[in-house]
């Protein structure tokens, strides 16, 4: 089933993955479902971008086209590709990605997705910002906080005009206070977020109790992975998911949307997470995962691309990807341990001895 040309469909940027295109129904028999991802948080120009598609379907191939928001063809895969799609972008913008998914028969099936790409700022790196505005006359305070709401940075101008240089990487809040003699005082705030850039070492390689969270992270994953089928999982695993929380975002010790499928694992460690925070790649052979690269991990928060390795050898390169776990603590949390004991009623508030006795 050939497909028409992309650039004259209708699209949203509210709406993702829905084929608005005549011509381009999805009519295979069973339909291919899924949808376009890229692993990391954000998209930074000048690096590989690459993009997957997640589905449940077998033995598919992909051609893959990049577009401006505008329709112009930016860039084309080969045809029929089962790799995923890299592409390094060179403007800070937003695009369209599109696939096109063929299935053994020949039926294919079309998604797209909006994406956003970002320019790289690096760490001792000036990052210039201006405000402008019709206004005259007016004062300018700069405020610049890091993660833990510290100033990191601050000047008062009449220009508009700030540069910040940040010594790490790290999200920051770039705060403008600015006041006039006929103007109430008005608050401005941007966010940004400074990566390593270069080949920047990940804080994984000189940190002490990074290889402690690392097997305590894969102990999880393959205690998970041999869940028999209806167990609670947190029952089933309660003692690996006590040991590794300590250093993970949920605020109990639990694991929530985990789904253990042919192809993949994943998790969440919040109710209520739009997305999930681990998802790795499953064996072919069924062999157990022995580690994760971390070389990329630079905090918590952000979305990490991991390899993953397994027992019988082999690696899936990219696939997988974790957050939410401090894999970079700066000290070990030693948990207390403890029993609950059962008092009887009236002697929970006293710590008297008796004594009786008794007569023959």
Not at 21 to 39: F, K, L, S, Y
Request: with cysteine.
């Amino acid at each position: 089933m050939d497909s028409p040309s992309f650039y004259n469909c209708d699209y949203s940027s509210e709406i993702r993955h829905i084929n608005f295109c005549p011509g381009e129904v999805n009519t295979c028999d069973p339909a291919i479902v899924g949808h376009i991802r890229n692993p990391e948080q954000t998209i930074f120009t000048d690096e590989d971008a690459s993009f997957y598609f997640y589905t449940d379907a077998q033995n598919l191939t992909y051609t893959w086209t990049v577009t401006t928001e505008e329709g112009e063809l930016i860039n084309t895969s080969s045809p029929d590709i089962t790799v995923p799609y890299v592409y390094k972008f060179k403007y800070e913008g937003s695009y369209i990605i599109k696939v096109i998914a063929k299935d053994e028969t020949g039926c294919t099936a079309a998604f797209i997705s909006l994406i956003s790409v970002t320019d790289t700022h690096c760490p001792n790196s000036p990052y210039g910002f201006k405000f402008e505005t019709a206004e005259e006359n007016l004062n300018y305070i700069w405020t610049v906080t890091d993660d833990n709401n510290n100033i990191v940075a601050t000047e008062t101008n009449s220009s508009g005009l700030f540069t910040f240089i940040p010594a790490a990487v790290g999200h920051y809040d770039v705060n403008l206070t600015t006041s006039g003699t006929e103007n109430c005082r008005t608050l401005f705030s941007k966010h940004i977020f400074i990566r390593g850039c270069g080949g920047s070492v990940s804080c994984t390689e000189n940190n002490l109790l990074s290889a402690k969270i690392h097997d305590l992270f894969i102990a999880l994953v393959n205690k998970l992975l041999s869940t028999p089928e209806g167990a609670n999982v947190n029952e089933y695993a309660k003692n690996e998911i006590a040991a590794l929380i300590p250093y993970a975002s949920g605020p109990e010790a639990k694991i929530y949307k985990f789904s253990n499928t042919q192809n993949y694992i994943s998790f969440s460690f919040t109710e209520n997470s739009i997305q999930d925070d681990i998802k790795l790649i499953k064996s072919v052979s069924g062999a157990a995962i022995t580690s994760i690269n971390l070389s990329r991990y630079n905090n918590a928060q952000a979305i990490t691309n991991v390899i993953t390795a397994y027992s019988d050898g082999t690696t899936d390169t990219n696939n997988g990807y974790v957050r939410n776990i401090n894999f970079c603590p700066s000290e070990e949390c030693t948990p207390i341990t403890g029993v609950i004991n059962i008092v009887k009623r009236g002697t929970a508030s006293t710590n008297k001895k008796t004594n009786s006795s008794s007569k023959i």
